[in-house]
């Protein structure tokens, strides 16, 4: 039988990172014998996150374009250069099946290449709103997996598949485990479970508000679980001495949390979002404004349009969150409308339906 071989290239942040480690593993797990090879940007995480979940990752010298004028844009020309050449060389030694790429600018340069070699290319879209990688290798790429209807303004329909975005397996059935959550977490059954999730680097404005909100949320009766990123923890640590509050940089075990949760407050990047329809618990939305053509607003949008969740952009925090809040605290019929409404949205079977989608290209 032959030896297949795969390369995926994503990365810069954990939402084009935990895909394509997603849509490895189950790669891994249909073709044994397989050979994997990731390819990321030299200086960003998958460095270190691709290494730590058992795959080989090579490394090229590109960097996105900054919105004002800097050394590194005019540097922009050169490090692409390189990664063409680089990526050249990677692909002709290694001689991939099948090339994935899950956004960031180093997937650019190995499926530009890989689709000029004549390699089947597919790219995973996270968002509702896609990044300029992906819009422009869109037009050459034999297949396009995404998360979100109605991206026909953005990518050629005939090439498109709704799959969804890979998450974690063990988020899928969190109904039974929730008594063992409560204990591993040490929370109280009796109080209601606040979750708020910054995202995997932490949110300043978030625990900006939670901070300074927390007497008020306690008052109201729920207990707070409250996870602030690691470059936050320092500063925020010292709320955790008070009754009912619980401050984490990061969370080891996302399924027993949303097990116990019973409310959450979140960021909306791609995977967060996609988590959270398959969880269907209540939540309220903050978007980071500072991310490209605002995508983490429109991924929130696209739930709300559909009455799955409660949206509040950072500019309304100081006048409506404690109105808001209090009014889901306080209606129970809501909670169960925005569980239900979210859950209709999930996309439970992605990263199976994605790696359906490489094995038609191979």
């Given at each position: 039988?032959?030896?297949?071989?795969?390369?995926?290239?994503g990365?810069?942040?954990?939402?084009?990172?935990?895909?394509?480690?997603?849509?490895?593993?189950?790669?891994?797990?249909?073709?044994?014998?397989?050979?994997?090879?990731?390819?990321g940007?030299?200086?960003?995480?998958?460095?270190?996150?691709?290494?730590?979940?058992?795959?080989?990752?090579?490394?090229?010298?590109?960097?996105?374009?900054?919105?004002?004028?800097?050394?590194q844009?005019?540097?922009?020309?050169?490090?692409?250069?390189?990664?063409?050449?680089?990526?050249?060389?990677?692909?002709?030694?290694?001689?991939?099946?099948?090339?994935?790429?899950?956004?960031?600018?180093?997937?650019?340069?190995?499926?530009?290449?890989?689709?000029?070699?004549?390699?089947?290319?597919?790219i995973?879209?996270?968002?509702?709103?896609p990044g300029?990688?992906?819009?422009?290798?869109?037009?050459?790429?034999?297949k396009?997996?995404?998360?979100?209807?109605?991206?026909?303004?953005?990518?050629?329909?005939?090439?498109?598949?709704?799959?969804?975005?890979?998450?974690?397996?063990?988020?899928?059935?969190?109904?039974?485990?929730?008594?063992?959550?409560?204990?591993?977490f040490?929370?109280?059954?009796?109080?209601?479970?606040?979750?708020?999730?910054?995202?995997s680097?932490?949110?300043?404005?978030i625990?900006?508000?939670?901070?300074?909100?927390?007497?008020?949320?306690?008052?109201s009766?729920?207990?707070?679980?409250?996870?602030?990123?690691?470059?936050?923890?320092?500063?925020?640590?010292?709320f955790?001495?008070?009754?009912?509050?619980?401050?984490?940089?990061?969370?080891?075990?996302?399924?027993?949390?949303?097990?116990a949760?019973?409310?959450?407050i979140?960021?909306s990047?791609?995977?967060?979002?996609?988590?959270?329809?398959?969880?269907?618990?209540?939540?309220i939305?903050?978007?980071?404004p500072?991310?490209?053509?605002?995508?983490?607003?429109?991924?929130?949008?696209?739930?709300?349009?559909?009455h799955?969740?409660?949206?509040?952009?950072?500019?309304?925090?100081?006048?409506?969150?404690?109105?808001?809040?209090?009014?889901?605290?306080?209606?129970?019929?809501?909670?169960?409308?925005?569980?239900?409404?979210?859950k209709?949205l999930?996309?439970?079977?992605?990263?199976?339906?994605?790696?359906?989608?490489?094995?038609?290209l191979?």
């Open positions: 039988m032959k030896q297949y071989k795969f390369i995926l290239s990365g810069g942040t954990g939402g084009h990172i935990y895909p394509a480690i997603a849509i490895a593993n189950e790669l891994k797990s249909r073709f044994p014998d397989c050979e994997i090879l990731f390819v940007a030299q200086d960003k995480m998958e460095m270190q996150k691709v290494p730590q979940a058992g795959y080989n990752i090579k490394g090229l010298w590109i960097a996105g374009i900054q919105r004002r004028l800097t050394l844009n005019a540097m922009f020309p050169f490090k692409l250069a390189s990664s063409l050449i680089k990526s050249y060389g990677i692909l002709k030694q290694f001689k991939p099946d099948v090339v994935i790429g899950t956004g960031g600018f180093a997937s650019g340069a190995v499926l530009k290449i890989a689709s000029m070699l004549g390699i089947p290319t597919l995973q879209e996270q968002n509702s709103y300029i990688t992906n819009k422009l290798l869109s037009k050459k790429a034999n396009i997996c995404v998360a979100y209807e109605n991206l026909e303004q953005f990518f050629p329909k005939d090439k498109m598949i709704l799959t969804g975005n890979p998450v974690r397996q063990d988020v899928l059935d969190i109904e039974s485990k929730r008594s063992e959550a409560l204990s591993y040490n929370l109280d059954d009796n109080k209601k479970t606040l979750l708020v999730l910054g995202g680097l932490g949110s300043k404005r625990n900006q508000l939670i901070a300074k909100e927390l007497d008020f949320l306690v008052a009766g729920v207990q707070v679980f409250w996870q602030c990123g690691n470059f936050y923890m320092a500063e925020y640590k010292h955790s001495e008070k009754e009912n509050v619980q401050v984490v940089s990061f969370i080891d075990r996302m399924d027993l949390i949303y097990a949760a019973d409310l959450v979140s960021r990047g791609a995977s967060s979002v996609s988590e959270l329809a398959i969880v269907g618990k209540p939540v939305f903050i978007p980071s500072n991310v490209a053509e605002d995508h983490q607003t429109k991924n929130a949008q696209a739930i709300v349009e559909k799955g969740a409660i949206l509040l952009k950072e500019s309304q925090l100081d006048a409506e969150f404690k109105i808001v809040f209090e009014a889901l605290l306080k209606d129970k019929g809501k909670q169960d409308d925005l569980s239900k409404n979210i209709l999930a996309l439970p079977n992605a990263t199976k339906q994605i790696v359906d989608e490489i094995v038609k191979m």
